[in-house]
Structures are given as structure tokens and as C-alpha cells.
């Protein structure tokens, strides 16, 4: 079993910048991959991040190429996602989510979900 607690969201104007964080539980947090997802009102969850079991590679959806970077430190059990040049769009609820086997994009593929964090962007 693995526990998984967001935090860091909150309310930032556009062009700003957050660092969200997933803690886990357990001792085995380097057995799983992790993603990020996010869910926007009235719309479907989607994936916007993966990272490998080691780090070593990483996936991003389109639309946050190049703004978001994905990252974990298995020392700490945690996985970290740093948003930058936020707008508005990214207003969403962030989970993190874990999969005991390589990363995907298909959120019913993972295993174990946090409670999510709140992202608002204000133009």
C-alpha cells in the first residue's frame, strides 16, 4: 500500500510560477513510477506528467512542454512537479498518482491516487 499526500497549490497570477509535492508512505517508493494529473472543471482528467521509477526519464503532455518539470527524490519519497509561466488554463485540481510498474499516460492504469491540490491561475 502507498499513501500519497499533495500540497503546495494555491492562487498565483499568470505568468507565475508553483512547486507542487507528493509525499508517499512506505518503504518501497522507488518501486513505482509516478505521474501527475489534473482535472479542470467540467472536463476530464488528464495526464500532464510521468517519471520513471529512477528518475532517469520523464513525460510530458503538450500543453505544458516546456513551462512544467518533473521530479522525485526517492531519498525523501517524494515526487515534485515546478510550474512555470502559469496561465489561467492550468487552473485545475493536481493528483499525483503512483504505478508499481513502468509510466503511462492512462490515468486507470495507476495504482494509488492522492487527494489532489488546488491550482487556480488568475489572469
Known amino acids: 500500500q502507498v499513501q500519497l499526500v499533495e500540497s503546495g497549490g494555491g492562487l498565483v497570477q499568470a505568468g507565475g510560477s508553483l512547486r507542487l509535492s507528493c509525499a508517499a508512505s512506505?518503504?518501497?517508493?522507488?518501486?513505482?513510477?509516478m505521474a501527475w494529473f489534473r482535472q479542470a472543471p467540467g472536463k476530464e482528467r488528464e495526464f500532464v506528467s510521468g517519471i520513471s521509477r529512477s528518475g532517469g526519464f520523464t513525460s510530458y503532455a503538450d500543453s505544458v512542454k516546456g513551462r512544467f518539470t518533473i521530479s522525485r527524490d526517492n531519498a525523501k519519497n517524494t515526487v515534485y512537479l515546478h510550474m512555470n509561466i502559469l496561465n489561467p488554463e492550468d487552473t485545475a485540481v493536481y493528483y499525483c498518482?503512483?504505478?508499481?510498474?513502468?509510466?503511462?499516460?492512462?490515468?486507470?492504469?495507476?495504482?494509488?491516487w492522492g487527494q489532489g491540490t488546488q491550482v487556480t491561475v488568475s489572469s
Open positions: 512506505g518503504r518501497t517508493f522507488s518501486s513505482y513510477a
Open positions: 498518482a503512483a504505478r508499481g510498474s513502468y509510466y503511462t499516460i492512462n490515468e486507470y492504469d495507476y495504482d494509488y
